[in-house]
Structure formats: structure tokens, C-alpha cells
């Protein structure tokens, strides 16, 4: 039963399998047949029979709906750009552990567990026109008018950022504290100063962690839903793809339009993956990982 | 000098990120406590009524009834799916593996919102759609993929020669599970299930899509009732999210107190070296 776990790869037991069966099962009926069935569903029109691509000419003829692809695309790439450029920043700083790293990085991760909701209520009451932000602003004489940061592009990018910027920062933490510093110490010794250091040794050395760091974030912003709503305009200058999708299945109970919607989500965010890989090909690429500081 | 300046900007940065969370957090509370407020710096009276109002208007009770329901069978369900296969991950090399990962990956990488409402639509095509049973099953989708990720290192910690020994001292494969691997995989139980927990209680894209109205989690009535903005006074709402904040808050502080997940395994594992 107990088998070795390096080695050559082998045929699994029957014991094995009664082992993964539950929770590949599980995935497989509610992942997977959704998946494809959400697919399948899209191609047949509620008021054609038969296969077609109804719903999805219909999307793209209708500027309201193909509209939305723009508006997510100027919500979530400024947030990706914003996002991984800071936290490359922060965890470049701390590379080789600063002090209280611990509380920091505890404070930094804290808005992750209380999710998104209370995020939006919480920064539409801070950074709201009546909220502390605009009055210390207006008290320190530095405006005359509040600034318009909520119900708006910019209050849906900073509930955003304070929702992808924990984990982006975390993962590339971890990557570049993984970065062998001896290569950095030579480099310093060979006479090259803090910027060369970064562009020319550490940059190719942390392109795939950043390549990923980007991937995911502007995944995950590409399907801003909640704050695209509480602190947006959605029927307006922030209706999102997913706010598409959404009034579609819940408002028009269109389930097979609300589908095909939501496979162009799918699609875009896809799209968005390919054009990353292409460019993280065209960089140069530095195999030598090293232990680094652990 | 560079160094000096750029580790002040990065303590500034740090400094700027903590007193918005501050705001944030604060505002939420004042505000809960606030009878009214306008545009001054602080509320001119305080009251404790909005937390009466919320929770008879908001029907708090039942929402957090559901809510400790979905989070404690999410977390039971989670481990059993997961625990037998993220043994056999950690102990086996089989082909197909990788692929295996990147199944079980997917839901975790995939946003929620692109897939949902496939799931949302499959749900509501079989009886249970709406109900406190999609609910779960809904949120189970990406939990098991996470305990199972969660709790592949901790069977990686426990050395194969505990196994083998207990083997060969005559022990069934029933009595090394009891045994051996149930008492050293507690702690990764604890970590995966906290993990859970947290993240079910918090996560709103889901349950809001397959949820219908009597299965609502504490987080998505309270969407809810932002939405419906201006029929509810602002302050009750803030009330709600504060009781909110203040359920994930004890579920962490709980959680840290009991947790620590390296020590245990550390130091059992230390004798066989």
C-alpha cells in the first residue's frame, strides 16, 4: 500500500483509486460538466432551435453589451499595471527582510479575510465625498472641493487594489527572497550600482514570478463584480462584463445568452494570458535559481 | 543615501497602506455607532439602536444561522473529499499526475465569476437549486482543490519510515491511518480547515449566484442590503457589516490561537532523525 514517492511513475492500486475517485468526481460534476454545459447551453439560443451562434452575434452587434469587453479592459489593466508594479516595489525593498517584516506583512494580508463587501462599504464611506479623506484634504487647505473617488473608476480600482495587491505581494516575495543573492553580491563586486543590479541581474532573474504575478491579477480583475457595483456606476461607466453576464441570467433569466456572455469572459481573460506569455517569451529569460534566503 | 530613501518610501508606503485599512475599518465602526453624520469629522451623537434595527430588520438571526451551517459543512465536506487524495499525492508518482494538478488547480485560478453562473445554471436545474445544499456545494467547488493543496506538504512532512515501520510491526493499513497518520495530520486539518472557514464566511461571488432567498450567507445579505441603498439608513447597514467584520475577526483570533501548524509535525517527525 505504501509505495515510494520518488521514483518512476506507476500504475495506481485499486486503493489509490477509491482514494482520488471523491474529489475528482466532485470536480469533474461540478467544475467541469458546469463548464461544458455553460458552453454548450450558449450555442443554443432560447428563441432559435437548434445550434447556433445567436447569442453571440447578438453580443456583438449590440454596443450596450460588447461595450462592457472596453470597460472591463480599462478597469482591470490600469489595476494589474498599478498592482505588480507596487507590490514589485515593496518586495523588491524587502528582499533581504527589513524589520518587522511578521507585522507588515500580517497588516498587508488583513484585508484579504475581510473579503471584498465589507472592503467596498468601508472605502465608499472613507474615501466618499463626505468621508475623512476629503475632509482632512479640505481641513489642510489642500482642496476647496472633494474629490469624486467613489462611484467611479477610480473607487472600483481601489477596492481592487486593496483585494489583489496582499497576495500579488506575497507571491513575489516569496519568488524573489527564493532569488540566490550571491549572484547579486558578484554583481556588486564586478562594480554595478543598484540599478544596473535591478535591470540587468535581478529583473530577468524575477521575469517568470512577475509574468505569473501579472496573469493572475488581471484574471482575477478582469471579473470585478461586487465593487464594480457598490462603488462604481453599473448601468453606467462601470458595468462590467460580469455585471453583463449577471443581468442577463438574474434579470432576463436568459441562462443561454447569460452563458455565452460569460464564455467571452472566459475568452477575453484567456486572450489576456496568451498576450503575457508572448511577452514574458521575448525577454530574456535566466535559468539560475539558487536557495537564496530562507 | 539611495539605500536610506528608498527604505523611507518603502516604510511610507507601508505606513499610507495601514492608515487606509484604519480608515476603512474605523469609518465602518463610527458609523455603526453614528445617530447621524454629516460631513463633520466625527458623529454629534451616539446610539446603539442601529444594531437592534439591523438585526431584527436584516433577520439576522436565521442569516447567521445559515451562515454557521454552510461554513461548518463546507469545512467537514472539504476535508473528507480531500484528505485521501492529497495522501496519495503527496505519497505516490503516477502517470497523469500533473494533470491531475492542473484539474484540481483550475477551479482555485479560474475567477468565480466566469465560472458561476454555469454552475449557478447546472444548480438550478436540479431540485436543490437555491437552497442551503446548493449553497455548500457551490462553495465546496473551490475548497477541496484548496485543502487539498493545503494538505500535500503536511503528508510530505510525515517520514514514509513511520509507515514502513508500523508496516512491519504487523499494523493493518486501517490501524496506521488511526494511528500514524490521523494524530500527525492534525495540524494540517487545522490549518486547511481555518482556511476554509475564512475564506467560505468571506466569499461572496458564489453564494451569491446560486443563493436563493432563504440561503443567504451573512455576506451576501449584506451586499443585499447596500444595494438596496437609500431604503435602508446607511448606519443600520454599517451596523450589519460591523457584525460582520467582527464574526471573521473571533473566527481568526480563534484561529491563531489554536494553529500552529509547523511546531506540532516538527516536533513529533524529530525523533526519527
Known sequence: MIGSRRGEPRELDLTALLCLAPSVLYVVVLFVYPFLHGIYLS????????????????????????????????????TTVIVVSTA???????????????????????????????LSIGIQGFYGSRGWFNQMLIGAGLLSEPLQLTNN???????????????????????????????????RTLGANSWIVFRRV???????????????????????FPSAILLGQPAGSTRT?????????????????????????????LAG?????????????????????? | MRGKLWS?????????????????????????????????PLPPSFTTDWFVYAWTNFDLGRVLGVTVIVALSVVVLALLLAYPAAYILARRNFRGKTLLLLLYFLPLVIPQMTYGISLATTLYGWPIGGTVVAVILANLVPMVPLAIFVLIPFFEQI????????????ASRLQIFRRILLPLTVPGMLTAGVLILVNTVSNFELTFLVSGSGSQTLVVALFYNVFAGGVRPVYSVDAMALMYMATVLVILLVALHFVRPTQMVFRLDQPMR
Not at chain 1, 432559435?48 to 469587453?69: C, K, M, R
Not at chain 1, 438574474?250 to 452563458?259: P, Q
Not at chain 2, 517520514?159 to 504487523?170: K, P, R, Y
Request: hydrophobic share 55%; glycine share 8%.
Open chain 1, 43 to 78: 450555442l443554443r439560443p432560447v428563441k432559435q432551435p437548434g445550434l447556433s451562434l445567436a447569442n453571440y452575434v447578438a453580443f456583438f452587434s449590440d454596443e450596450w453589451q460588447y461595450g462592457t469587453i472596453w470597460i472591463t479592459f480599462t478597469l482591470a489593466v490600469p
Open chain 1, 88 to 118: 514589485l516595489f515593496l518586495a523588491y525593498g524587502m528582499r533581504r527582510g527589513i524589520r518587522m517584516e511578521r507585522t507588515i506583512t500580517t497588516i498587508l494580508v488583513l484585508p484579504v479575510s475581510l473579503g471584498v463587501i465589507l
Open chain 1, 153 to 187: 473608476h477610480t473607487g472600483v480600482m481601489l477596492s481592487l487594489f486593496m483585494q489583489q495587491f496582499p497576495f500579488c505581494f506575497l507571491m513575489l516575495l516569496g519568488y524573489i527572497s527564493g532569488i540566490d543573492p550571491t549572484l547579486e553580491k558578484s554583481a
Open chain 1, 202 to 224: 535581478m529583473l530577468p532573474l524575477m521575469a517568470p514570478g512577475i509574468a505569473i504575478a501579472v496573469a493572475l491579477v488581471f484574471v482575477m480583475s478582469f471579473a470585478v
Open chain 1, 241 to 269: 462584463i460580469a455585471i453583463a453576464a449577471y443581468h442577463q441570467a438574474f434579470e432576463h433569466y436568459d441562462m443561454s445568452y447569460a452563458s455565452a456572455i460569460a464564455v467571452i469572459m472566459g475568452l477575453c481573460q
Open chain 1, 273 to 294: 494570458l496568451v498576450l503575457i506569455v508572448l511577452v514574458r517569451q521575448r525577454m530574456v529569460m535566466a535559468p539560475t535559481m539558487g536557495v537564496g534566503k530562507r
Open chain 2, 8 to 40: 523611507l518610501a518603502l516604510y511610507l508606503f507601508v505606513l499610507g497602506f495601514i492608515l487606509n485599512l484604519l480608515g476603512i475599518v474605523t469609518h465602518v465602526t463610527v458609523s455603526a455607532f453614528a445617530k447621524r453624520w454629516f460631513g463633520t
Open chain 2, 159 to 170: 517520514s514514509l519510515n513511520l509507515e514502513w515501520g508500523a508496516q512491519t510491526l504487523g
